[in-house]
């Protein structure tokens, strides 16, 4: 058998292992069939994560999975296509390592946050004081904490929505501010992550006080470890070393990649899909958020396939610099400012791709008998409309939540996403291939119906 043979077999195999969604055969319309039958969003993450791979902003992968959207939003028959550009101060993470020195010796696997600065030269050895939680070491003392390393060992929960990363992630994002300013020389964090292996995540964090030191994510079980030494009740010493910085006065450029399907009766009416192009330099990108792209780029495809041209336009959005603020959905602010209330609906896909539960909104009350066909179609894969009305429609898009779009999330089960999310571990074998299909169609659905709606929704 040849390798093609080889590759074609266990793609094939692979397809079969996802039964989530149970019989998904009953009542569809011919197009649903047509869109369940067609890997073209997994085709498209495969794509992005084989010839890209990680695209950090600022780096030359970033620039080619630029180019890569623009020519594949055109092969997938998108009406226009177009870049904006915006820049950013330019970050390099350089290399980290960290070593128990005491009581007991051990290695450490380190990331350094991004945005963070690095050690001094020879890096940094010092007595670590841990804590609990962000709540315990606001009220720690300076004495306490002055001339140490601060560790808050905190852990994320799994959930089914993923609030356990809302709950612990200030630790990441503004944990050294709080350590810098009682005088601490490092900060270490426990991955926001809910894995055990031994990877530690990264993500952004953002200095908001002028007393800057070195934050870095210590990988799950070597936080078990360190904690474990601290339990011994001996003075722990910790040397760390972090390359981490920003290149002086220089800025990078990053592009945000918009393609659209123009309406046939109301063209400057937007439904509007977001994903970020954008991923960490580590891993591949594939969940977080290639899977996103694959999904939100079909979409359209698809719906104009099988359906023909909407009613309403349909723009889609590949935000880049998501992971470093959402430096991508600010400048999109900034640039289509004059026509943010034609945005009459949004959502992105930016939390994997687990099995669909619920479609959450935030759109005014009187519009929501709008919904009503749509919801019971949506009922006969088991989800179910989340009647609490406040949803943001997620990652970038949540700008304009808070601007008054029209606001949807379609909700996957998120219990496994922050296993890979932000580690060496994102890669493109963890993508389901049918589930991907299935949440294709779930996600067309929706879209096709705010698309082809007689009326809008009002803006909120
Ligand atoms: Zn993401």
Redesign the pocket.
Known sequence: MSYKNTLCAFLASSLLTASAYGNISDNQEAWQYAILDNNLSYQLTDSLTTQIGARMIGTEANMRAVDWAVSHFKQLGYDKVWTETFTFPLWVRGEASAFVESPFKQPLKVSALGGSIGTPKHGIKAEVVAFPSITALKKAQPKDVKGKIVYVCVKMQPRKNGSGYSEVVSARTHGANIAGEKGAIAYLVRSVGTDSNRMPHTGIMKYDTNQKIPALALSNPDADLLSREIISNKPVTLSLLSTAHYVNGKYGIAKNVIAEITGRKKPKDLVVLGA?LDSWDVGTGAV??GIGVGIVMATGSLIKQYQGRPKRTLRVVLFNG?EFGLLGAKDYVKQHKDELANHTAGLEW?FGNGKIYELATRINDKDRSMLKSLLKKLEKYGVQLDSDNDASAQ?DLSKLTTLGMPSFNLMPDGMTYFDVHHTDNDTLDKVNQKAMRINTMIYSLVISHLLNLEQRFRNI
């Open positions: 970020h977080d958020d998501e930016d990652s």
